[in-house]
């Protein structure tokens, strides 16, 4: 069990993913999700479909945040 008592707010992002799923989700969206996740240090970030795979490993770029496995 973790004791978040112990735990900073930076290392409690690491329990948490991020995700944008909408399929009609825009660009805007997605890079909004992106930067969403590394500011609070989220472990994962997920869409919906790998077509944003790119603009995904652009914005996640130099950050410990997972991106989506193909």
């Given amino acids: ?8 707010k930076w290392t ?4 948490f993913d ?3 799923l909408p399929k009609n989700t825009t660009e805007a969206d997605i890079r ?5 996740a590394r500011n609070y ?3 994962a970030f997920y869409t919906a479909t790998y077509f944003w795979m790119p603009v995904i490993l652009e914005e996640l770029a130099g950050s410990d945040v997972l991106p989506p496995r193909a």
Avoid: F, P
């Fill in 41 to 43: 240090n989220c472990a």
């Fill in 18 to 20: 991020h995700s944008v």
């Fill in 12 to 15: 409690i992002g690491k329990c």
């Fill in 1 to 8: 069990m973790v004791n978040l008592a112990k735990m900073d």
């Fill in 32 to 36: 909004e999700g992106c930067r969403t």
